[in-house]
């Protein structure tokens, strides 16, 4: 494959290992790789952008391997996104990569997540975009996970990658030798448990620490080929999962499904 210029974001934060490896990878495999990740840690922060404060840039080019041009940001996942594309990159990149993540985005959660929204942010401008994350925090190996990612992401750019396509690639923690092959997945529906910890500070005020347990539910999922396991299902075989996503939100189960509205005793048509 030609070298391709990649773009490179998360919300671990510029010293993020997962990022540093999917960086040196794409390095070895001959490509232009550019990194602008926020300056600190920015999980779940979706698709937020910052709007009533200053973002700066700081170069951080010493992080990562020889090559790789980086840049630390005071946004978000988002902002660094856009700030890359519109001013800091001289040439628009041919791939955006967001990751690797340090723990899961699988199903709903998606829609919190920091990662896929550098990602979704590519998506939206017309890029290939390619979400990675480790299905685990305290996996610290993520040298076969960056390879499967470019190998992804090179293999999907040869068959021609579908314009507002983002791919979200979650892969288990385990060894390469006891991981079962990649499949494609669905969005799985997720639920929580207690979600929130209700404690008292020093001064007897309460205050509360979100902190819920994801309930494995292998069974729910939403659209999709009914043929293909949910990705929480697929992690849970110690199998990699990728999850076709696109920008698009709107309702595609059919009008009769929708709830009948009544205004002023007219149906909305």
Known sequence: MPPLRILISN?????????????AAAAKHGHQVTVVCPDQERSATGHGLTLQAPIRVERADELFAEGVTAWGCSGTPADCIK???????PDRPHLVLSGINHGPNLGTDVFCSGTVAAALEGALEGLPSLAVSITCFQWRDFKFASELAMNVAESALKKEWPESLLLNLNI???EPKEMAPLRWTRLSI???????SKRKDPRGNTYFWLAGEAVKDLESVGDGPLNWPSDVAQIDKN?????PIQPDLFWRRGISKLPQIEIGGQLVL
């Open 11 to 23: 919300d671990d934060g510029v010293f993020a290992e997962g990022t540093r490896s999917l960086a």
């Open 83 to 89: 700030l890359a594309l519109f001013e800091l990159l």
């Open 172 to 174: 288990p923690p385990c």
């Open 190 to 196: 997720r639920h929580y448990e207690e979600q929130f």
């Open 239 to 243: 199998g990699p999962s990728i999850t």
